[in-house]
């Protein structure tokens, strides 16, 4: 079996190389296609994007580790409304499932928790014990992302920013002073926009991801408002 794999793998580099070796035959640069196309900021690290035109696949993002692979059925499309996309179902897939271990972990209890596209705070817990996330926290370090839920699950316990309530978040994460630092360092980073372009340049050639600054000691408010030192609000 993995022979057939390498042959069939052999095969299909063989004619990648004839495409771009020959495009009038394969349909020209608009076929089949690949181009570097930008970054993509992902659990703190800035990883490369590649566009590939190929018309007769489905549109999609593919994610493997060291860079983003976007597929376009033509170059017009927009890649990033698909990689922006794809960018929010990893957040509601993953900030769910890790709300959910940390409140089995502190032994709280949460209703609802929705995923929105919100500017101006980074996440918030309501009375009704319903936790508000923005989909931008998947861009962040997963120290930085586990910091916030456990800033909104202590106030399960404590509906207030009081010593007590940054005694429990102290409890379950130690670092928070510098997680709220890097939250006010790296807000511009984490709220911009995507920015993928594509050329009719061929360039199969991806770059190692960037690593964005890690936690460092200071400041910045979750529960949470990304501007630097405000009182967060809560819903």
């Known amino acids: 079996m993995s022979d057939t794999q390498t042959v069939i793998s052999d095969v299909k580099l063989f004619i990648e190389r004839l495409k771009k070796e020959l495009p009038e035959v394969f349909g020209g640069p608009t ?6 196309a930008g ?36 170059p017009q499309a927009d890649a990033n409304a698909l990689a922006d996309q794809w960018l929010r179902n990893k957040a509601n897939e993953v900030l769910k499932a890790k709300t959910a271990e940390w ?27 319903n936790i508000n996330y923005t989909y931008h926290i998947i861009k962040m370090p997963t120290a930085i992302r586990d910091y916030l839920i456990v800033h909104e699950l202590s106030h ?31 807000r511009g ?30 400041q910045a408010q979750t529960g949470t408002q990304p501007q630097a030192e405000q009182t967060p609000k809560e819903n």
């Open 39 to 74: 970054k993509i900021l992902y659990e703190g690290k800035l990883y490369p994007a590649r566009i590939h035109v190929t018309p007769d696949q489905e549109e999609g993002v593919d994610f493997n580790g060291s860079a983003f692979d976007i597929y376009l059925q033509a």
């Open 189 to 218: 980073a984490v709220f911009a926009a995507l920015d993928l372009k594509y050329t009719p340049q061929a360039d199969n050639a991806a770059p190692a991801a960037e690593q964005v600054p890690a936690p460092q000691e200071a």
């Open 31 to 36: 076929e089949n296609a690949e181009t570097e």
């Open 156 to 186: 399960l316990v404590h509906m207030n920013h009081g010593a007590e309530y940054w005694q429990l978040v102290a409890q379950y994460c130690p670092d928070y002073k510098a997680h709220r630092r890097w939250l006010n360092d790296n």
């Open 103 to 129: 409140a089995q972990k502190m032994g709280v209890q949460y209703n609802n928790i929705t995923i929105k596209n919100q500017q101006s705070l980074w996440a918030s817990c309501s009375a009704k014990k």
